[in-house]
Structure formats: C-alpha cells, structure tokens
C-alpha cells in the first residue's frame, strides 16, 4: 500500500513524476485539478458551486476542495493507495488530510518534496512557452508557493514522514530516487 503527498514548487516535475509512480504501481494519481474537472464534467454538486468560482476568475474556496479531496479519497480505487499532487497547499489543508485519513482508517506514508532551485524552474517554465508563464509571473508564484508551501513541509518535516528529493536532475534519476524511498 502506497499513500504519498507530492510536494514542490511550479514547475519541479510533481505532476511527470506522480503520474509515473501512479502507473508503476497502480495507483490512483489525484490532482486537485483533475478532481474539479472531473467534478464539473460530471456535473456534480460539487464540481457545479467549483465552477461558479473559476467563472468568475476565483480561487476555489479551500472547504470546497477539502470536500472534493474526501469524496476522492472514500472512492474504491484508492484502496490500494493513492498519489495526491497538488494538495495540501497550506497548513490548514495538511492539518484537514491528516484527520481525513484518520477518519478512513488510512496514513500518508510519505511526503514528498521535490527540491529544484528557482533559476532552473524559472528555466523549466519559460521553455514551455505558455503565454502566461513570463519570468515575472514565474517569480510570483514562486513567492507565493514559498510563503504558503514552506509551513506544509516543516509540518510534515515534524510528522517524521518528509523525504526530499533533489529534482533538478534527469527525470528518470528522480523517478529513481522516488523508488529508493517507496521501498525503504
């Protein structure tokens, strides 16, 4: 059984490297973006109010996501265990999961955290060539990654279940290190 939290700052490989794991071990990858748009396309209660959100350009409120993390996680295919990328994004969110799983008899067994400087995310970044990622727009949500983020990995850091992995390196050098973790 494998229950991770996928942890890092845009651009540092979190969602190439879970959706790997997630296939060599056959778990369920859950993205809280894939959550939401799997909600709305379902035309769930859920996905419905979290679609009123980013109508209007908003952030989707944090309970709303807390409720869409504990319908996904309570789903069959989870059983076995499950990647969550993306989520938590703060403290209060971390705190959440740690009493959801509590609450369905499961543990997160390992955070973690994938360390890339912010010259080689800024690098990663502008070479997709996404409209919206231009170094000052980059910058900002490194800012804004660090101030929300930084508490999350202290809080698993406390919890004794951290692990840090360097990803500034080749993807299948940190894929390989993701494995030396699973199986220690």
């Known amino acids: 059984m494998t229950r991770l939290v996928f942890l890092g700052p845009p651009g540092a490989g979190k969602g190439t490297q879970a959706q790997h794991i997630a296939q060599l071990y056959q778990?369920?990858?859950?993205?809280t973006g894939d959550i939401l748009r799997s909600a709305i396309a379902a035309s769930k209660p859920l996905g419905q109010k979290a679609q009123s959100y980013m109508e209007r350009g908003e952030l989707v409120p944090d309970e709303l996501i807390l409720d869409l993390i504990r319908d996904r996680l309570k789903q069959s295919d989870t059983k076995a265990g499950w990647i969550l990328d993306g989520f938590?994004?703060?403290v209060s969110q971390a705190a959440f999961l740690e009493n959801l799983l509590q609450d369905l008899d499961q543990r997160c067994d390992y955070a973690i955290y994938l360390d890339v400087p912010?010259?080689?995310i800024l690098k990663r970044l502008l070479s997709r060539g996404r409209q919206d990622d231009n170094e000052q727009t980059i910058r900002r949500r490194l800012d804004v990654y660090r101030q929300q983020t930084?508490?999350?990995?202290?809080?698993y850091r406390d919890h004794s279940i951290l692990r840090e992995i360097d990803g500034d390196r080749p993807m299948e050098a940190v894929t390989?290190?993701?494995k030396q973790v699973m199986s220690s």
């Open 176 to 178: 390989d290190s993701l």
């Open 27 to 31: 778990i369920p990858h859950i993205s």
């Open 150 to 155: 930084a508490p999350v990995i202290e809080f």
């Open 88 to 90: 938590p994004r703060n």
């Open 118 to 120: 912010d010259e080689s």
